[in-house]
């Protein structure tokens, strides 16, 4: 089993509407996490931290459910330009350097006039 | 702004030939990383720096060799290519050992062996 699970898509979404994906983890001591945003097979960008009580950064929401060992992405409002992949980033136990950073397979999304 | 800067952007090898991906970065950051990703495929750890001096296997180290040269220069070598490491290799930095601080990548070098 990966231990970064995403759904790999693609989420069809019409200009506009709103499109939410999950990510799961299986390495319950994961302490961070992150959405990073990849166009085209180019460099990945950060594209927003995801906090215990959950955070918002414009049209993005990120939830985190370490319950279920799951984070989450929102997007209302979307864009043509939010057309990407989105990958999850999950990070171990403080003590473990950036190096053990783990990456999902990341979730398409396109987004459609 | 520089940030990271990976070359070659292109590559196309034979089988068993050898070569060295440069990468360096501009942000004084401790730490550089090598990553390959290949379709449908994460990103997958080849190896990393946590700070000059010091390199560590990452999940996906055979058929590769890396030198941490100085601080800002973090370098990947393939000694006898073979078509399995037909992929596209990103270099990425962070600040901070052991914490989160963003990590910035360079624009990928993409390789292929034939």
């Known amino acids: 089993r990966k231990e970064v699970e995403q759904d790999p898509g693609p989420f069809n979404v019409p200009e506009g509407a709103t499109v939410a994906f999950n990510c799961t983890y299986s390495n319950s001591a994961s302490q961070s996490f992150f959405w990073y945003r990849q166009d085209c097979r180019k460099e990945p960008k950060l594209l927003m931290s995801?906090?215990?009580s959950g955070n918002e950064d414009g049209r993005f929401t990120a939830q985190l459910n370490r319950a279920s060992q799951y984070i989450s992405l929102l997007i209302r409002d979307s864009k043509l330009s939010d057309s990407a992949t989105y990958l999850c980033?999950?990070?171990?136990?403080?003590?473990?350097?950036?190096?053990?950073?783990?990456f999902g397979a990341g979730t398409q999304v396109v987004v459609t006039p | 702004n520089a940030g990271v800067t990976q070359t070659p952007k292109f590559q196309v090898l034979k089988t068993g030939q050898s070569m060295t991906l440069q990468c360096a970065q501009d942000m004084n950051h401790n730490s550089m990383y090598w990553y390959r990703q290949d379709p449908g495929m994460g990103l997958r750890l080849i190896y990393y720096?946590?700070?000059?001096?010091?390199?560590d296997k990452g999940e996906v180290p055979n058929g590769y060799n890396v030198s941490r040269l100085n601080k800002r220069e973090f370098s990947l070598r393939l000694e006898s290519a073979a078509p399995s490491q037909t992929s596209v290799y990103f270099c990425?930095?962070?600040?901070?050992?052991?914490?989160?601080?963003?990590?910035?990548f360079g624009q990928g070098t993409r390789l292929t062996v034939v």
């Open positions: 995801v906090y215990s």
């Open positions: 990425a930095s962070s600040g901070a050992e052991g914490g989160f601080t963003e990590a910035f």
């Open positions: 980033v999950v990070k171990g136990a403080t003590t473990d350097s950036w190096g053990k950073l783990q």
């Open positions: 720096s946590a700070s000059e001096g010091t390199t």
